[in-house]
């Protein structure tokens, strides 16, 4: 079976982090978003892949190029971006079979790919959803069933009919395309996929769904990325490697990854904590379950907890990084504090709103370049843009 693989979108309640990277490029482990859809893939038998790409492309093409990830990858750019369905009609002059589709922004169970392709295949249905329960049906498309099949289904509604949702993952029939190619744009400009499935169900084609087994994760949103990364975490595999220069007065924990060439001094390295090539990790610093990308250098008496540090970073002597995400290249100076903890839910600007994002840990999200100077104190869901100084 092949696989369309929906990555064109610029991911704005992601910024900054996104500002200047495609949202699948994330960070997630030692890997990225869309690097982990493609492994998942691969070990459910999938050897054609057709990547719907828009913004900052030439990032994803050359990452995937250079990852000899052993699959035959097409490049489908998606100039417009005027939603899902768009990105299956331009996909669809390249796809020659069967087919599932997914969101390029997703985690989720790696076996589950292989149980949904047994499941439609052996089906009569044009196709196959997966869904999941959510305590809140309201952030995302909510669908009422009956028995198995998909009877009807809405978009994000205040007053969401059910709390089974769609997560995004689909099995198709060649056949379908013709439904997509046939669908109208919706009140908001878009084509939508959820759309044409409604025409096939009008057209009484049957559309199935099956519950979506183990972890999944939307990565829409800043706190969204830390979750995934924690929850990739907790299947880590020990590893040390031995161009690593670990000091003997060293705590490291079971499981941690540290890759070859980072340098680690009398410090405690707590599990799950993944530190990545060409670390350095200074005197009396504490890393506990966090992601700590390549070439980055942390100073004496550091606090680094759940936390993502991408490559590049420089974090000075005494600082404390909590809940949070330090993009590329930034340079956070001495004692910076990172504060994480409320009494109340934590606020933070979303696609130029200011939202509740129901967590009562959650620290700040910083851009890539962005410079923070000694002795700062950043607030919890405070975003610096890229290259700012504060």
Wanted: aromatic share 6%.
């Amino acid at each position: 079976m092949e696989a369309v693989i929906l990555a064109a979108g610029k991911g704005v309640r992601l910024s900054p982090l996104t500002d200047e990277k495609p949202k699948p490029m994330l960070p997630l482990g030692e890997g990225t978003i869309i690097g982990n859809i493609l492994k998942v893939f691969k070990s459910s038998g999938i050897d054609k892949i057709s990547i719907i790409v828009g913004h900052k492309s030439e990032i994803l093409r050359d990452y995937i190029k250079k990852g000899n990830f052993g699959i035959d990858i097409t490049f489908i750019e998606q100039k417009e971006r005027l939603g899902t369905g768009h990105a299956l009609m331009i996909a669809s002059e390249h796809v020659n079979s069967d087919f599932i589709c997914v969101y390029g922004d997703l985690i989720f169970k790696e076996n589950f790919i292989e149980s949904m392709i047994s499941n439609f295949n052996s089906s009569d249905s044009i196709a196959l959803m997966a869904l999941t329960e959510s305590n809140t049906p309201e952030l995302f498309g909510s669908v009422v069933v009956d028995c198995d099949e998909v009877v009807r289904i809405f978009e994000k509604s205040d007053k969401p009919p059910s709390n089974l949702i769609n997560t995004g993952i689909y099995c198709f029939r060649k056949e379908a395309l013709s439904f997509i190619n046939k669908t109208k744009l919706s009140p908001r400009g878009e084509y939508e996929l959820t759309d044409s499935l409604r025409m096939m169900i009008e057209d009484g084609k049957k559309v199935r769904w099956m519950r979506l087994g183990g972890k999944w994760i939307d990565i829409g949103r800043p706190w969204d990325l830390i979750d995934a990364n924690i929850y990739l975490l907790e299947s880590l595999e020990h590893y040390l490697s031995d161009d690593a220069d670990i000091s003997d007065d060293s705590k490291i924990a079971y499981p941690v990854r540290i890759d070859s060439g980072t340098v680690i001094t009398s410090s405690v390295i707590t599990k799950p904590s993944s530190i990545s090539k060409n670390v350095i990790i200074e005197a009396n610093s504490l890393i506990s379950s966090s992601v700590i990308r390549e070439n980055v250098k942390i100073g004496k008496n550091c606090t680094i907890e759940n936390s993502i540090i991408m490559g590049g970073a420089k974090i000075g002597d005494n600082s404390v990084v909590s809940f949070s995400i330090i993009g590329e290249n930034s340079d956070i100076g001495k004692n910076v504090t990172f504060e994480s903890k409320s009494d109340q839910p934590i606020k933070i600007e979303l696609k130029g709103e200011v939202v509740d994002s129901g967590r009562a840990q959650l620290g700040a999200v910083v851009g890539k370049n962005a410079k923070i100077k000694d002795n700062t104190t950043v607030k919890p869901g405070q975003k610096i843009n890229p290259g700012e100084s504060i």
